[in-house]
């Protein structure tokens, strides 16, 4: 029997639920196993999440671009999700700083092998007027899924000590059997969709003039927007143990969630710049108050904050790149979001890890702080210049 079309987006919310409950954790502990345990600079902490990110939103563009030459696309997302459980065995295999670092990376890079081919496929899949549907299901199941992670080692006692070799490896064992699981539910339960008729098309890295300016800053505003790592050390340093933080980020992805379905809903109707102006100020005000707290609960108030930034932006910045696109150009549009995004990430926990050696940690989240309130003031000018277009839909 033939797996009705509305059905593969749940299936693959659920697979997408069991990744990032495994994911998250390690995720979270990674950090202070490094710092705290291997002894390792911030500067090398701040190069591996840099390589990571970077990873993943590069090869977004690519995987989904050859995707599209395919006959079906669950062969790019069996790949993306089996190389992310081979990469955490790595973390039962050895504790040196170099394979932690590695495992991080390649954990990344099956992401970004994944993402935009499973996104196509739930696209692909959706009943005709219901892709809005289809992906807020695995949207939700995905912010679920971290939140269930998070609350399952809190639940069997993880972190109860100090950061050490032994409570990270129990958490590498609560992640990789939820890992395994998601890949063995993706093989056999997520049906293999077969593309309607596979296009070959040139690849243009050339960026549309309508976003240029958009782009530049989101550049700046992406050399100020460094890797979570470096909150989860300053948290340690504001007193938390491993069993608060992992609390704190279990509240923060909850404030995440709840925030970004009506604000993707309300720009539709007050327009983009407003919610992404107030997201922006949210991260500088919130990196500031983290950066000045002197005790748990200043930096716990400052983090959930924080939450409230990627709920205000995490939809609205590509609504917005999808207003200033032209139809045809969309495709080569995202594709150089990606690429902008990715070039910012490689840079920016770099020079917070080096900021943060040199400086210390609360000295270098202020300098992100003040790069933040430029891109805000950058971003807020551009619009008025551009006041000409339509309120609801654009800016």
């Not at 710092?35 to 690519?62: Q, R, W, Y």
């Not at 993306?80 to 039962?92: E, F, K």
């Not at 994944?114 to 199941?141: C, E, H, S, Y």
């Not at 504001?238 to 809903?265: E, Q, T, Y």
Request: proline share 5%; hydrophobic share 55%.
């Amino acid at each position: 029997m033939r797996l009705r079309p509305v059905n593969l987006p749940l299936r693959l919310g659920w697979v997408a639920f069991l990744n990032d409950a495994s994911g998250e954790v390690l995720a979270r502990v990674l950090p202070l196993m490094l710092l705290g345990v291997s002894g390792v600079h911030p500067a090398f902490v701040g190069t591996v999440e840099g390589l990571a990110d970077s990873a993943a939103i590069l090869l977004k563009g690519v995987s989904g671009w050859l995707s599209d030459q395919a006959e079906s696309r669950k062969g790019f997302v069996v790949a993306g999700y089996g190389l992310s459980v081979g990469a955490r065995i790595l973390y039962l295999v050895g504790l040196a700083p170099v394979l932690l670092g590695t495992a991080r990376v390649l954990d990344r890079v099956g992401k970004g092998l994944r993402g935009a081919p499973r996104d196509a496929m739930v696209a692909d899949a959706a009943a005709q007027g219901q892709a809005g549907r289809a992906f807020g299901i695995t949207r939700f199941l995905d912010t679920l899924g971290a939140m269930t992670g998070l609350a399952l080692v809190l639940m069997l006692g993880v972190g109860q000590g100090p950061m050490d070799a032994q409570t990270f490896r129990r958490c590498a064992w609560i992640a990789v059997p939820l890992g395994l699981a998601a890949l063995l539910l993706l093989v056999l339960a997520v049906p293999r969709v077969p593309r309607a008729k596979p296009v070959a098309r040139r690849l243009d890295w050339r960026i549309p003039r309508e976003i240029r300016g958009y782009l530049l800053l989101v550049l700046i505003f992406g050399l100020a927007n460094s890797s979570d790592a470096f909150l989860v050390l300053r948290a340690r340093e504001a007193g938390f143990s491993v069993r608060g933080i992992l609390a704190l980020f279990l509240a923060f992805n909850a404030l995440g969630a709840l925030c970004a379905l009506p604000a993707g809903r309300l720009s539709d109707r007050l327009g983009r710049v407003p919610f992404l102006a107030a997201g922006w100020g949210v991260y500088a005000a919130a990196y500031a108050a983290m950066a000045l707290a002197h005790g748990p609960w200043a930096f716990g108030g400052a983090l959930l904050g924080y939450g409230a930034f990627y709920g205000l932006t995490e939809g609205v910045e590509k609504a917005l790149l999808a207003d200033l696109l032209p139809a045809e150009a969309r495709g080569t549009g995202f594709g150089a979001f990606q690429t902008v995004t990715a070039l910012a990430t490689l840079v920016a926990s770099p020079m917070m890890g080096l900021a943060a050696g040199w400086l210390g940690l609360a000295k270098a989240m202020l300098l992100a702080s003040g790069l933040a309130l430029i891109a805000l003031v950058g971003l807020l000018a551009w619009a008025a210049a551009r006041r000409g277009l339509p309120r609801t839909g654009g800016l």
